[in-house]
């Protein structure tokens, strides 16, 4: 797969859909995240990819719980994701993670926000 394909792939087994910040469907149903699609090079370090999960819900369990899911699925030191080419490097980001007000009159409605870094380690 491209980075970007993989990258997407990645995301998409956090739990819940993941979508480019430019293209959640309408009718998304919730729970979601969102992320901008940005990518790096093999001399450029790592490139922070803030993911934006979003819940309706009065829970502050559930959010957190998809916190710690992403936690899980990037340890200490990061996880390598095989792509066409190469690797991604995906690891936590500083700060990990921060609950984020909602605005307007939206009840229910919570996010999380999660800071990755990724390297692309894709030699030309």
């Not at 030191?77 to 990990?96: E, Q, T």
Request: proline share 9%.
């Amino acid at each position: 797969m491209t980075p970007e394909a993989t990258l997407h792939a990645f995301l998409s087994g956090l739990g819940m859909p993941a979508y480019h910040q430019a293209a959640v469907p309408d009718g998304a149903e919730l729970p979601y995240l969102t992320y901008p699609l940005t990518v790096g090079d093999w001399d450029e370090g790592e490139v922070n990819i803030p993911i934006t999960m979003w819940f309706r819900t009065t829970s502050e369990a559930i959010p957190n719980a998809a916190v710690r899911t992403v936690k899980e699925a990037v340890p200490r030191g990061g996880v390598m994701v095989p792509c066409d080419g190469g690797v991604l490097w995906v690891k936590r980001g500083s700060p990990f993670a921060q609950a984020l007000l909602v605005e307007g009159d939206e009840e229910g409605m919570k996010r999380r926000y999660v800071n990755l870094d990724v390297e692309y380690l894709i030699p030309e």
